[in-house]
């Protein structure tokens, strides 16, 4: 009934840029926190960032002064805008969102993931 769908991944050089999108769509009532997390390639996932419904917004250390999570709460749409990425910042990103669906209730609902590449 909720699905979360992800877009912008894709393979950039060192210092470059790329902006995330993640899409909530189905029987939602209410979008509550919704955030960013990352898995590398034989590591565990790690929190990204978050942004809660009234916008306020945290991040990794990892990624302070690079990273920038917003949303567009009339599109229930995520974004996640990366500058000055790094080979380090290379992994599978995922979106995640608390909701609220019709009838089913509180969910706390994951995207498919999407791939972000950072290599010369």
């Known amino acids: 009934q909720v699905q979360l769908v992800e877009s912008g991944g894709g393979l950039v050089q060192p210092g470059g840029s790329l902006r995330l999108s993640c899409v909530a769509s189905?029987?939602?009532?209410?979008?509550?926190?919704m955030g960013w997390h990352r898995q590398a390639p034989g590591k565990q996932r790690e929190l990204v960032a978050t942004i809660t419904s009234d916008g306020r917004t945290n991040y990794a250390d990892s990624v302070k002064g690079r990273f920038t999570i917003s949303r567009d709460n009339a599109k229930n749409t995520v974004y996640l805008q990366m500058n000055n990425l790094k080979p380090e910042d290379t992994a599978v990103y995922y979106c995640?969102?608390?909701?609220?669906?019709?009838?089913?209730?509180?969910?706390?609902?994951w995207g498919q993931g999407t791939q972000v590449t950072v290599s010369s």
């Open positions: 189905g029987s939602i009532f209410t979008i509550n926190d």
């Open positions: 995640n969102a608390d909701v609220y669906a019709v009838v089913i209730g509180r969910l706390h609902q």
